[in-house]
């Protein structure tokens, strides 16, 4: 299974766009890369999924570079309510949706 | 459209009991994973369930199982309770490959 590293914790202002990296060296050739946002005491909630290029969805975009070795998610102009733990997740689609989660990036939206 | 709904969502337990957690699916969707997430870190996989078999599971001891009803439904049982078993326990469905999970709120487990 691929690891992924993100940046522990990130700070931005309501309005800014924010972007997270992940890395995944050791990414496969028939893994996808997912993202999900989480708040406290609740479940993880889908935000975006793709496998090279970019994707864009009407809450965010995924960037993954031609060696696929890692991805950023791009949210456009943050407010207070996308304060959250974010993940990023590589694993195989066809493995029935085994995913393991890294500990995620903690986004902080300041007023 | 109902999401995945868990049962209880919060629950106390004595050391060396016994706790059977439940989920349902969200409609349409057949597979169900289950993961615990400890204060402060990412969800760990703990297994999953297709056609009322476990398919998948993470590295957890036999004291947790699980199972899944014809109608998609599933438990999380764990047993001899230990007070590191205190976290929160996410369900969460799929349908087969496709993409993404979708998970419930949770059930959050006190050991004392």
């Known amino acids: 299974l691929a690891k992924t590293t993100q940046p522990i914790s990130m700070d931005s202002y309501e309005g800014q766009e924010v972007n997270i990296t992940c890395s995944h060296n050791?990414?496969?050739?028939?893994?996808?890369i997912t993202w999900y946002q989480q708040f406290p005491s609740q479940g993880p909630r889908f935000i975006i999924q793709g496998y090279k290029t970019k994707v864009t969805n009407e809450v965010a975009s995924l960037f993954i570079p031609a060696d696929r070795k890692s991805s950023t998610l791009s949210l456009p102009r943050v407010s207070l309510s996308d304060t959250a733990v974010y993940y990023c997740l590589v694993g195989d689609l066809g493995n029935f949706n085994k995913f393991y989660f890294g500990s995620g990036t903690k986004l902080n939206v300041k007023p | 459209d109902a999401g995945v709904t868990q049962s209880p969502t919060h629950l106390i337990k004595t050391r060396g009991q016994q706790v059977t957690l439940r989920c349902s699916p969200k409609?349409?969707?057949?597979?169900v994973s289950w993961y615990q997430q400890a204060l402060g870190q990412g969800p760990q996989f703990i297994f999953q369930?297709?056609?009322?078999?476990?398919?998948q599971r993470g590295n957890f001891p036999d004291r947790f199982s699980g199972h899944q009803f014809p109608n998609y439904s599933s438990e999380l049982n764990v047993n001899a309770l230990l007070l590191g078993d205190s976290a929160l326990y996410l369900c969460a469905s799929s349908f087969r490959d496709s993409p993404g999970y979708t998970f419930g709120s949770g059930t959050r487990l006190t050991v004392v």
């Open positions: 409609s349409g969707h057949d597979t």
């Open positions: 050791n990414i496969a050739t028939n893994d996808y």
């Open positions: 369930y297709y056609e009322e078999e476990e398919r």
